[in-house]
């Protein structure tokens, strides 16, 4: 069972919509991170926040904007996508100092029509 | 820009064989986790392995991270179908670094 938990876990959108991927951890770490994960590609750094503090952003279009409210919580806004982002998000968090040991959830499976 | 390389890419076995894939590196990592992922699903860790020449093991997979922590390899011993997935190894070097991953298929 994993301690990330996100929603929803399948998600249609035309390229006109706004929408927003949640993820909330239980493990009591201080990184969260969101990944894209497309085929044929190795999983890509998208934001990582630690302390809610945003510290890194990895040229991510503006399309994508992330929000860390507190620790636990850590959502991906969504508006005005791409088909070419259709992509698994992963969101997954660490605790700092620990190996950099990072736990997934279960990923957002997003299709842009 | 740092790679790291999982080889093979794609595996397809019978039940009950041996197998082992690989992951390798020309940088030096602090760490390196291996995790099994499912069609649609995340990654789930199974292992972080952390000094150099560390061998760890889980039922049947053996984990070992090479004596200069630039490699590792994961061995199955007597594969099952439930071993089934996408077997991906990260290097902490400051940031994590991904492999594509070994695909591995094994068939009843």
């Known amino acids: 069972e994993t301690g990330v938990t996100q929603t929803p876990r399948h998600l249609v959108m035309g390229m006109t919509n706004k929408k927003s991927l949640k993820c909330e951890q239980h493990?009591?770490?201080?990184?969260m991170y969101w990944y894209k994960q497309s085929a044929k590609k190795p999983l890509e750094l998208m934001f990582v926040?630690?302390?809610?503090?945003?510290?890194e952003n990895n040229s991510v279009p503006s399309r994508f904007s992330p929000e860390c409210p507190n620790s636990s919580h850590l959502f991906l806004h969504l508006h005005t996508l791409q088909p070419e982002d259709s992509a698994l998000y992963l969101c997954?968090?660490?605790?700092?100092?620990?190996?950099?040991?990072?736990?997934f959830g279960e990923g957002s499976w997003l299709t842009v029509v | 820009t740092q790679l790291l390389e999982q080889s093979p890419q794609f595996l397809s076995i019978q039940e009950g064989e041996n197998l082992t894939v690989y992951c390798n590196s020309s940088s030096v990592f602090s760490s390196l986790q291996w995790y099994r992922q499912e069609p649609g699903e995340g990654p789930v860790l199974l292992v972080t392995?952390?000094?150099g020449g560390e061998v760890k093991k889980l039922k049947r997979l053996t984990f070992q991270f090479g004596d200069a922590r630039k490699d590792s390899s994961l061995h199955i011993t007597a594969a099952q179908p439930g071993d089934t997935g996408l077997y991906l190894c990260g290097g902490n070097n400051r940031k994590l670094i991904w492999g594509l991953g070994t695909s591995l298929a094994v068939n009843p």
């Open positions: 997954a968090s660490s605790q700092e100092g620990a190996g950099n040991t990072i736990y």
């Open positions: 493990l009591g770490h201080n990184a």
């Open positions: 926040y630690n302390f809610k503090e945003q510290t």
């Open positions: 392995v952390v000094t």
